[in-house]
């Protein structure tokens, strides 16, 4: 005897949105691939995945998604979107903007020409399948503002340091506590603008160990510890960075942020080039992240010692930093920058790996891997989904492998952020690109005029 389906919808099962019929690579463990599958959004949350749908369910809209790839949207937790300004100059002069004369600097930009620029780093990381962008640089007040219009999730952070960066430029690192403290008060005017903003999670930014003095950083650390703000900065980035820190504190960088209260499980490295394995037992000791930023360093001619640093344990998240915020190409940069170093393949550095780092790594790092970072019923549906159907998608006999090797930030179709389509057919849907791109390259033409280099 057969049970008669149920005459009508079951009560509850009303979905916003259906993506239907595609591949699904989830980067949770318990199933990390389906085909021909389908995955239902409610209330801006993931609600079912699947192949048959529930009798009786209902869908607002349904997105026919034969020959389509849907990944969780990659997470990028350290960027300066306002530096797009120097790119294609920046990245063959030898070292990081804000150390580099002769271009424009982050204290030269005024708040229009910062909302401009960040208006079109938002775009960039959206359109290439970022759901979540940690960005921190100068106006973070305006930025935070003209990056949110645009509906990506944001982990904003002032650049915090006492350093006069007016001057670092020209290799004078001069101190002053007025800059640290009126940074760090704008740093907990935007903690308290944006607080409980669905979407916008502030976080600290202490810019560096080498611009930040130890009693800068205790205040930050102290700041971290009460609001539960995570922080990023810049570790062990350079040889005169390491250098600097070695001689006005007589530590390695990591060293002086474990003595400063800064090194826990909300501490994000960037670049981690020139760490000891003391440094590196450290880091796995606290919980903290490295965010490796393959693409950057290696463009520069360095590279962060991956291997050693995943042997250890320590959590590794990607991230774009000046280069432009492609975050597909990212996980193929960290595989071949690892391999390079361990002068082959094996079984700890497959595609898997870097595309966790490119996800739940930095969802992690954040402390957001509870909402965001992988399709897992239940969590924010943060989605990118790709169009598989062109040539070098073609065959697909394991999805996530071609993804690594092949995928581009082109094929990027739809982006979806708590169910919301904020790119869909390639454009974003909230803002006019045509415009943000006219408005952002009036803003540098002025910026590089400025430094006696008009375009
Ligand atoms: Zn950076």
Redesign the pocket.
């Known amino acids: 005897m057969t049970t008669a389906p149920p005459a009508g919808p079951s009560p509850g099962l009303q979905f916003d949105l259906l993506l239907d019929g595609a591949t699904l690579i989830t980067g949770d463990a318990q199933q990390p691939l389906l085909r021909g599958a389908s995955l239902a959004v409610q209330d801006g949350r993931i609600a079912w995945i699947g192949t048959q749908l529930p009798p009786g369910a209902r869908i607002g809209r349904r997105l026919a998604l034969q020959g389509h790839v849907v990944t969780p949207g990659f997470v990028n937790p350290?960027?300066?979107a306002i530096?797009s300004l120097v790119r294609g100059v920046a990245a063959d002069l030898g070292f990081?903007p804000s150390y580099t004369p002769g271009i424009p600097q982050g204290t030269q930009v005024n708040p229009e020409q910062a909302r401009a620029l960040a208006r079109l780093g938002a775009c960039e990381a959206l359109m290439f399948g970022s759901t979540v962008l940690g960005d921190?640089f100068v106006h973070a007040d305006v930025s935070t503002e003209a990056m949110a219009e645009t509906g990506l999730k944001l982990a904003p952070s002032w650049r915090i340091h006492d350093v006069d960066f007016a001057r670092v430029a020209q290799g004078d690192w001069h101190f002053d506590a007025a800059i640290g403290e009126r940074l760090l008060r704008r740093a907990a005017d935007l903690h308290a603008r944006w607080h409980g903003h669905p979407r916008v999670h502030p976080q600290l930014a202490a810019h560096a160990v080498d611009t930040c003095s130890e009693d800068l950083l205790r205040q930050v650390a102290a700041l971290s510890a009460s609001s539960g703000m995570h922080v990023?900065t810049?570790l062990s980035?350079s040889r005169v960075e390491v250098d600097r820190v070695q001689a006005r504190c007589g530590r390695t960088a990591t060293q002086v942020l474990a003595d400063c209260g800064l090194l826990n499980h909300r501490l994000m490295g960037?670049?981690g080039i020139y760490l000891s394995d003391g440094d590196i037992a450290l880091l796995a000791a606290a919980r903290a992240t490295v965010i490796h930023?393959p693409k950057?360093n290696a463009t520069s001619g360095r590279l962060a010692p991956t291997p050693r640093l995943k042997a250890a344990g320590v959590n590794l998240a990607l991230?774009t930093?000046?280069q432009h915020a492609d975050m597909v190409e990212l996980p193929r940069w960290a595989l071949m920058t690892a391999r390079v170093q361990t002068g082959g393949v094996d079984a700890d550095w497959q595609p898997q790996h870097v595309f966790a780092m490119a996800t739940l790594g930095g969802a992690r790092a954040l402390g957001l891997d509870g909402e965001t970072g992988s399709i897992t019923v239940g969590k924010c549906a943060d989605l990118v989904v790709f169009d598989a159907r062109r040539p070098h998608w073609v065959p697909q006999a394991d999805p996530l492998g071609t993804l690594v090797h092949c995928g581009q930030g082109r094929d990027v179709r739809h982006v979806l952020v708590d169910g919301e389509l904020v790119v869909e057919d390639g454009r974003p849907t909230r803002v006019d690109l045509d415009t943000v791109c006219a408005e952002a390259e009036a803003a540098a033409r002025q910026l590089w005029a400025a430094v006696g280099k008009p375009y």
Request: hydrophobic content about 25%; overall charge negative; some cysteine.
């Open positions: 350290h960027q300066h530096l990081a921190h990023n810049h980035q960037g670049h930023i950057c991230a930093d000046t």
